[in-house]
């Protein structure tokens, strides 16, 4: 172990400096890559591990003293994470481009470590003009042209943008550069394009697939651990190929009407990766049209995964979503999330009750789709009719109608805001906390010795997760958890129903064609008709 030496006639400048380098090097790399996502990040999806501050920690180690600087630079760890988002732009004349000085000093100093790539090209502030995003194609493909020849070190790449140019232009050098070379330490790959009302949309777009040249499929993605395509179609085809049986996650969400897999397509991805241990479909289909219009059935066998313990479904039809659950055979699954994903201006929303009753059979003599299931979720699911006998240890409603209340749970009961009333209208009124709460009260009462262990209430449903302290008290036998809505929190939800909501808009010009309830060109865009 290797020790500064010190002139006798001068006294170290700080205790910290007579730690051994590689200690000290540690200290600076555990400064540096200190994950600023919380636990819970497998339910946060959008967090990253790094942001544009926290990757220039090696930078003020670096401008501490003489000694820290030596050590900061030498030590190839602390400059793996690179970053690249619209701070990085500057003006040059009259044009902006993409600052790639500071990328690549982190790739020098990395030398042959692994490198982690967050690109994050949105807008926080949704404020791009007409001529579209602020961070460009032409900026993306300057990224690109620096990242690529590292893709041998590449261990994860996120990509994450609002529009869909720059994401074209960051995939189409790397479907070249994955044919030629592949991506051997790449075991995380994440693609989002930002919009979930593109599942909406009737417009036949993308052009362009990822992955639709590939066609040498051996050793290309060999480590990929997880895959992310939000908004992003892919050739699936060429995509199953290319899966390796150690895939642990896969999400595809909000793809394209037009792009959406088929059922054999979706298998034959499944079939791809058997060691899944999360699946997440929302709003991806599957698509099963015939050229007619008209719903074709599938006698497909199921696929056998039989590590897969968590699937998180959002449909935007009963068919799609039996589709996908008759496709599964999970015995060990314990953890389903069920979303109603079709469009919010649906006038007639997606009944769930025959989801319900696959996964819950009301005949005693048939087997469950999943017997381990034990944790159920339900987001803006519909029960246009009587449920059968559902009983699971844990129940979450989020967006759900008081009729939810009579699905049963043993353990844990977590409602999240205030129940929706019932209304044939897409606009529905929210019942009150307080009518909820003596909803949930009636609810433990009427059960008695059935009733769930643990209630919990949240008054604010898509607040964060770890919403602080809750209130506790004690209905019979049964503890009740009230989380209070954060004072910080500023969101939808602050706008109730008939109260005057702050607005940057007035509301006679809302109501002009082209305003906020008037535009056409959106209405067209997601197949909208008023």
């Not at 540690?26 to 540096?32: A, E, N, P, R, W």
């Not at 003006?91 to 967050?118: H, K, P």
């Not at 090209?121 to 020849?149: C, I, K, T, Y």
Request: aromatic share 8%; charged share 20%; net charge negative.
């Amino acid at each position: 172990m290797y020790f500064r030496p010190q002139p006798f006639n001068q006294p170290l400048s700080s205790p910290i400096d007579s730690l051994p380098v590689e200690l000290l090097a540690y200290i600076f790399v555990l400064g540096t890559h200190d994950p600023i996502h919380l636990s819970h990040s497998e339910q946060q999806d959008d967090c990253q591990p790094f942001d544009s501050e926290s990757v220039k920690a090696p930078l003020v180690y670096a401008s501490v003293s003489r000694y820290w600087r030596s050590v900061a630079l030498n030590t190839p760890a602390l400059y793996t994470s690179l970053c690249i988002t619209p701070e990085l732009l500057r003006e040059v004349g009259s044009t902006e481009v993409l600052e790639t000085t500071g990328l690549l000093s982190y790739l020098a100093l990395s030398r042959n470590y692994l490198v982690d790539i967050v690109i994050d090209a949105r807008d926080q502030e949704w404020d791009f003009d007409d001529n579209g995003a602020w961070f460009s194609a032409d900026h993306m493909s300057a990224a690109m042209s620096v990242l690529l020849p590292h893709l041998g070190r590449w261990r994860s790449l996120s990509i994450l943008t609002d529009v869909y140019d720059p994401m074209r232009a960051a995939l189409r050098p790397l479907e070249v550069y994955l044919a030629a070379y592949g991506a051997p330490h790449l075991e995380s790959l994440r693609l989002m394009r930002c919009d979930a009302y593109a599942v909406h949309s009737l417009v036949a777009e993308p052009d362009y697939l990822f992955l639709s040249s590939i066609t040498n499929s051996e050793s290309v993605l060999p480590n990929l651990r997880h895959l992310t395509l939000r908004g992003v179609p892919a050739a699936w085809t060429p995509l199953a190929t290319l899966l390796p049986e150690q895939l642990n996650t896969l999400e595809l969400s909000f793809q394209p009407m037009t792009t959406q897999p088929s059922v054999p397509e979706l298998a034959r991805l499944l079939q791809a990766a058997p060691h899944l241990a999360r699946l997440v479909l929302n709003g991806c289909g599957p698509a099963f049209l015939d050229p007619a219009g008209v719903f074709l059935p599938t006698d497909l066998e199921p696929i056998h995964l039989p590590l897969l313990k968590s699937l998180a479904l959002g449909y935007t039809s009963a068919l799609s979503a039996l589709a996908v659950l008759q496709l599964l055979a999970a015995a060990q699954l314990h953890t389903l999330a069920l979303e109603d994903a079709s469009h919010h201006a649906e006038m007639v929303p997606v009944d769930g009750v025959p989801l319900l009753a696959a996964l819950f059979p009301p005949s005693t003599p048939a087997v469950p789709l999943f017997p381990s299931l034990s944790d159920l979720t339900l987001r803006r699911v519909h029960l246009a009719g009587p449920t059968p006998p559902v009983r699971v240890a844990r129940l979450e409603l989020i967006d759900m109608a008081p009729a939810a209340l009579a699905l049963e749970c043993t353990q844990e009961l977590c409602v999240r805001g205030p129940l929706i009333a019932p209304s044939a209208f897409v606009v529905r009124a929210a019942v009150s906390l307080a009518e909820t709460g003596a909803a949930l009260r009636a609810l433990v009462e009427g059960r008695g010795a059935a009733a769930p262990r643990v209630v919990c209430l949240h008054e604010a449903a898509y607040a964060a997760l770890l919403a602080g302290e809750a209130e506790e008290f004690f209905i019979g036998a049964t503890l009740v958890k009230l989380y209070r809505r954060p004072e910080e929190l500023e969101d939808d939800e602050d706008t109730v129903m008939g109260s005057e909501p702050e607005c940057g808009w007035d509301e006679h010009e809302a109501f002009k064609v082209g305003g906020v309830f008037n535009d056409p060109v959106f209405d067209a865009r997601y197949g909208y008709v008023g």
